[in-house]
């Protein structure tokens, strides 16, 4: 069978059963849960695989999260298909739960995609002429979020990173996996396609503040007040900004999570939240000093103590040529022109996925059909069938090309490969990351 047969029966089958496919978007659009907590959002995966496609999954991968294998006794690379499984919180939503979770950020849609591809894959019989295994993994919590309850999962041994991804590196599960890819999302505005991102890594913290309690209208002066200390320092790092170099998109945006306990006592227990970004490895370093030092100023100048837990952010996203070069052909054949594409964009958000790519060939593209800004309550699906199945076909199709005749085009795109890091690299650099500084 030639590689276009192949890629027509692919398409076919994806349309034969785009309406289970919409349908799984849907329902878990319907149901969101935040990182670490998606039992249901997995178990709508796992029931998906089991009863649509006849595949068992091995579950719990990261703490929750699933993953279907086929082609397991090939010879050739595997490649892995992902999709995350958690939503965000966005209260003002239209569509959140009572607890402001939302599916804002489309993971539902690459949820479905994933899905999608496998359908094209599996319910027409190519993956077995397909020269390698493949993998679909359903990955929790891609959104940093609730890090008092991932700190609690920490210390109960469940989980050690606080991404999904990280924490599946750290147990292996890409340590047989040869190239990864998946997708997000994005209001392209008139154009279908955004392709080669990059991003922003970032390293997390959380911060204490720690003064001395007194009666605030009596006698504020026998206290240390640890909420104009917090102050002090996020003024402290907004004085830093001339130091950072523009093309380092470093970023700096602290919440308050406990101001203090009641309004007539001096604050002793202060607590803030934050990231640093910045769009390399060394730039969110050295900022994450300069950030630091600016937090322990502000203590000092007030006389409290300070605790900085650092939490092992992300890695900035890399872009790989030769997958891109893959991914632009499978576009094209599916009647995606120039005119529809986005060649590479600049986000300072952050993707957890970052991580992965610099371990492995990875790619990333960001679909359209959705309006609005992500994470706010102007998202919406504004395209279903584009959303749902366009990104499905494209990353089937991709697979195609990788694994066809003797898998030559992911051999070639896998020796000319250089790593970053090694997972032992990775995993050390993380390690340097999670620490606790006290001053």
Not at 169 to 179: L, Q, T
Not at 223 to 244: D, K, P, Y
Not at 361 to 370: D, E, I, Q, R
Request: aromatic share 8%.
């Amino acid at each position: 069978m030639t590689r276009e047969e192949l890629k027509e029966r692919v398409i076919k089958a994806i349309e034969e059963n785009k309406n289970i496919i919409i349908g799984a978007g849907r329902k878990i659009y319907k149901n969101p849960e935040f990182g670490y907590k998606e039992f249901e959002t997995t178990k709508t995966v796992r029931e998906f695989f089991k009863n649509e496609l006849n595949v068992e999954t091995e579950d719990k991968i990261a703490y929750t999260g699933c993953r279907a294998r086929i082609n397991g006794e090939k010879e050739g690379p595997k490649v892995a298909i992902l999709g995350e499984l958690d939503g965000i919180s966005c209260n003002e939503h239209c569509d959140a739960n009572e607890i402001g979770a939302s599916h804002t950020c489309g993971h539902n849609v690459q949820i479905a995609g994933m899905l999608g591809a496998a359908v094209g894959l599996i319910k027409s019989g190519v993956y077995k002429e397909l020269d390698g295994k493949i993998d679909f993994m359903a990955t929790p919590a891609e959104e940093f979020i609730e890090l008092a309850y991932r700190s609690q999962l920490k210390k109960e041994g469940h989980i050690k990173y606080f991404g999904g991804k990280q924490e599946l590196i750290r147990k292996g599960a890409f340590d047989d996996v040869d190239m990864a890819m998946m997708f997000h999302v994005l209001d392209t505005g008139d154009k279908k396609v955004l392709t080669g991102p990059v991003s922003n890594g970032f390293i997390g913290k959380e911060v204490k503040f720690i003064g001395k309690e007194a009666h605030a209208g009596s006698a504020p002066y026998e206290g240390i007040n640890a909420l104009n200390a917090a102050m002090l320092a996020i003024n402290n790092v907004h004085a830093q900004r001339e130091t950072f170099k523009e093309a380092d998109r470093v970023r700096f945006h602290p919440i308050i999570t406990k101001g203090g306990d009641i309004v007539n006592v001096v604050p002793a227990d202060v607590r803030m939240e934050s990231y640093v970004r910045a769009r390399t490895i060394d730039s969110m370093i050295d900022a994450n000093k300069k950030v630091n030092r600016a937090l322990m100023a502000g203590a000092m100048a007030v006389g409290a103590n300070i605790e900085i837990t650092e939490l092992p952010g992300y890695l900035p996203i890399l872009r790989h040529d030769d997958m891109e070069k893959v991914l632009r052909k499978n576009l094209e054949y599916i009647g995606l022109t120039d005119n529809d594409i986005i060649e590479g964009g600049d986000f300072t958000g952050s993707f957890d996925f970052g991580d992965v790519s610099h371990i492995i060939p990875t790619l990333h593209p960001m679909f359209g059909g959705v309006k609005g800004a992500l994470h706010t309550r102007d998202y919406k699906i504004d395209d279903e069938e584009y959303a749902y199945l366009t990104p499905a076909k494209a990353m089937a199709l991709t697979v195609v090309d990788l694994l066809f005749d003797e898998a030559k085009e992911a051999k070639d795109i896998l020796k000319n490969f250089k790593p970053v890091m090694t997972k032992e690299e990775y995993l050390a650099f993380m390690e340097s990351n999670d620490k606790t500084i006290k001053a």
